[in-house]
């Protein structure tokens, strides 16, 4: 069965440094895709960064960038030069042959000054 | 940009109760979803559809109802709320519903069942 498992539930660093939040899935298929969205504290939820498994460049987007490791089911995010803002509970995600997503549980992020 | 409204914004009910929440993406998007998010199980699915008059059952429907009546609006109704069913749910639509297609949320509604 398909799972997607964020074991950590927080993690505090400094402001301007960098920090890789983890995220560890299982599935059968050999093709699926994974993505990272991102909650506010106002409760939004928007689309990050997404990485198709066939692809082996790790997916950039601005300060966002993914740790892709294949044969560890694993999908880290980094997110460099952090700012207050990116403060926000962070969730990996996994669609494959079924097309539905399925969600991890989530790592809240605090950046303190 | 897609949006994704959702009404009402905050919700309470009673046990037993009749809720109706409200969708509408204004993207003609195809797809449309009903997650409920708790502490610790992130977002779990509800219902989805694929168009206007599709229904299709996601993972944990019990309790629930919707119906997808235009491509832009999809409702999610409890007709017999209970207290397991606070929560904070989220609508979200997609296009195509292809596997790296991303999701665009509403802002969410929070229901208490009292």
């Known amino acids: 069965a398909q799972k997607v498992t964020q074991t950590q539930t927080s993690i505090s660093v400094v402001e301007k440094t960098t920090v890789t939040m983890d995220c560890v899935y299982e599935t059968r298929d050999s093709s699926y895709f994974l993505f990272w969205y991102k909650q506010t504290a106002s409760g939004e939820i928007v689309f990050l960064i997404r990485q198709d498994s066939y692809k082996k460049e790790n997916a950039t987007v601005g300060h966002y960038s993914l740790n892709f490791q294949k044969p560890k089911s694993s999908i880290g995010l980094i997110i460099t030069a952090t700012q207050i803002e990116d403060s926000a509970v962070y969730f990996c995600?996994?669609?494959?042959?079924?097309?539905?997503?399925?969600w991890g549980s989530g790592t809240k992020l605090i950046i303190k000054p | 940009e897609a949006a994704v409204t959702q009404s009402p914004r905050n919700k309470v009910t009673v046990t037993g109760g009749n809720v109706t929440l409200s969708c509408r993406q204004t993207?003609?998007?195809?797809?449309m979803y009903w997650y409920r998010q708790d502490t610790g199980h992130g977002l779990r699915l509800i219902h989805y559809s694929y168009g206007a008059g599709n229904l299709q059952i996601g993972d944990v429907p019990d309790g629930y109802k919707a119906t997808r009546t235009t491509q832009e609006d999809f409702f999610l109704l409890l007709e017999l709320a209970s207290p397991s069913q606070t929560s904070l749910y989220f609508c979200a639509s997609s296009d195509g519903g292809v596997s790296n297609e991303r999701l665009f949320f509403g802002h969410g509604t929070k229901l208490s069942v009292l």
């Open positions: 993207n003609s998007h195809n797809y």
């Open positions: 995600a996994m669609r494959d042959s079924n097309y539905q997503l399925i």
